[in-house]
């Protein structure tokens, strides 16, 4: 295997490892898979493979077991930090990064050292909807919708590590949802915050999730007395959520750790 270009970025924690497609060959899932192994790869929560463009680029997301994800609100951040620090853009550049979930346009409202801050429209929530779900022996309360990928919401107070994890796995790969789906544990802590838990398809528990964080606001602001501009933090820390008129704006941190070239 011939040497591979690749960068790492992260958002709160949340990480990518982000790999020109021109470098990264046919078989995408496959080097997810072993790029992303946290001891016999490089480590990290998923791939984006992504074309760059003039302000902009093309991207394709995997998650760490190789299966393919139509957005990451992280993910794109990381791309977009990418291009911004490659191209030289300055704080008030607007991007645009194409997406399986369709085009996302960005703005660049901060840039320190290797940290950039954006806002990103991430459209309008889809398929907003309250339902019951069977787990085992309990059937769960949840909130489903879709913010360019599949999320599943539990509103309530936020369970104990045990039960994070039964419900986490049992919700994510439920029969209900063919494709697997994301999960949050969302706690209302004031009309302005939430607390959050992220069981993310694919992955497992993350410390972060930008499509995440848009669905729990949704979903709180929805069905949970919440308003519909709030703080969403997650363990890796905090993004913010202005759920509009004309759809869910995101803002959040990314931060570029490496350039280098993986050997695997």
């Known amino acids: 295997m011939a040497p591979l270009p690749v960068w790492k ?12 497609a021109e470098h990264a060959g046919p078989d995408l899932p496959a080097l997810a898979r072993a790029a992303c192994h946290r001891h016999l790869g490089i ?3 998923g791939l984006a493979v992504y074309t760059p463009r003039d302000r902009g680029a093309v991207m394709r997301l995997f998650n760490a077991d190789g299966s393919a994800s139509e957005l990451s609100g992280n993910g794109l951040r ?19 990064i194409d997406t399986d979930a369709g085009a996302k346009a960005v703005d660049l409202l901060a ?21 019951e779900i069977p787990v085992g022996e309990e059937r769960i309360p949840a909130v489903v919708l879709r913010t360019g990928n599949p ?3 539990v509103l309530g107070a936020l369970p104990d590590q045990d039960r994070f994890r039964r419900l986490g796995e049992g919700l994510s790969t439920h ?6 789906t994301n999960v949050e544990f969302v706690e209302v802590e004031a009309p302005d915050r939430v607390r959050i838990l992220i069981w993310e398809r694919g992955v497992g528990p993350t410390s972060s999730s930008g499509t995440g964080s848009a669905a729990s606001a949704v979903a709180a602001a929805a069905h949970g007395g919440a308003a519909r501009d709030l703080d969403v933090v997650a363990p890796g820390g905090t993004q913010r959520v202005q759920w509009r008129d004309d759809g869910v704006y995101l803002t959040g941190q990314a931060d ?3 350039y280098g070239e993986w050997v695997g």
């Open 9 to 20: 970025a992260h958002a709160y924690g949340n990480d990518f490892l982000c790999v020109p």
């Open 256 to 258: 570029v750790v490496l």
């Open 43 to 45: 480590g990290a929560d």
């Open 151 to 153: 999320q599943c919401i």
């Open 175 to 180: 029969a209900l949802f063919p494709a697997g």
């Open 111 to 131: 840039h320190s050292g290797n940290r950039y801050t954006f806002r990103t429209a991430m459209g309008p929530p889809e398929g907003l909807r309250r339902i």
């Open 78 to 96: 990381c791309v977009a930090a990418i291009v911004a620090r490659t191209q030289h853009l300055p704080p008030g550049a607007s991007l645009v």
